[in-house]
């Protein structure tokens, strides 16, 4: 098998896997669902500085995680490291790095794309249910942009779950998410806005060209990612 044959085989069997699984993302876009509209719809009318923050907050840390909800192989990751010790037993068989590092990549769009799109659809319907006087295309191209963004970031993810130990992966997600609190609460503070409101604010006034932008940039994540991912695993650890 060619690369692509081998990483799709890889991301099918993982997928067989999962089974049940997919009903830990459906929870969990339910999740994010009622917290995130309620502040979007408010947010566009109300000057709320805490609803914000929080809305940047979980919308930026969260949304990339579509992708690895139904995929987790444990919930303790950072003592039993279950993925390096999956990683080790591939790399005895006759699979390619290139095969491993495409394969996961492809697992995690297939279901964060497939998420989204639920996730977006709801948002969109349930927004208008608290009516939210937003344009379907303006809406679109938000979700666009917001897709392209979850993308970029979950490959960047990718490369730390796939490079490091699970403890080394677990911290650098809690100095990630801490780091990107603090911005959050100090963006609001001296801005008085919000990314997410003011990205849709800037796509509905005529920038069409941001979700273009962050589709092009998901794009180059995706092929740099696939470089450093493969490097990575070439020199890493899988004892630790």
């Not at 979007?40 to 992708?67: C, H, K, Q, V």
């Not at 806005?193 to 794009?219: D, E, F, H, K």
């Not at 493969?230 to 630790?240: A, E, G, I």
């Amino acid at each position: 098998m060619n690369t692509w044959q081998g990483a799709w085989y890889l991301a099918k069997e993982e997928l067989r896997r999962v089974r049940w699984k997919h009903l830990i993302t459906l929870v969990f876009i339910g999740y994010l669902l009622i917290f995130l509209v309620p502040m979007f719809s408010d947010g566009r009318i109300e000057n709320s500085l805490f609803g914000y923050w929080a809305l940047d907050f979980i919308t930026i840390t969260l949304l990339p995680m579509l992708g690895f909800m139904s995929t987790q192989n444990s919930g303790f990751y950072w003592k039993m490291d279950t993925y390096t010790k999956k990683l080790a037993a591939w790399r005895t068989m006759p699979i390619t790095i290139k095969q491993i590092v495409l394969g996961r990549i492809l697992l995690f769009l297939v279901n964060g794309i497939i998420a989204m799109i639920v996730f977006f659809t709801i948002y969109y319907l349930f927004a208008r249910s608290l009516g939210a006087d937003i344009e379907l295309l303006d809406f679109i191209l938000y979700a666009l942009f917001w897709i392209g963004f979850s993308i970029a970031v979950g490959i960047i993810y990718l490369y730390l779950e796939t490079g490091f130990s699970g403890m080394k992966y677990f911290w650098f997600c809690t100095a990630i998410s801490l780091f990107l609190l603090v911005g959050m609460v100090v963006y609001t503070y001296f801005f008085k806005n919000s990314l997410v409101l003011l990205s849709y604010r800037t796509i509905a006034q005529g920038g069409w060209w941001m979700p273009l932008i962050m589709i092009v940039l998901a794009i180059a994540v995706f092929f740099f990612g696939r470089i450093i991912m493969d490097k990575k695993l070439r020199t890493r650890s899988y004892t630790s």
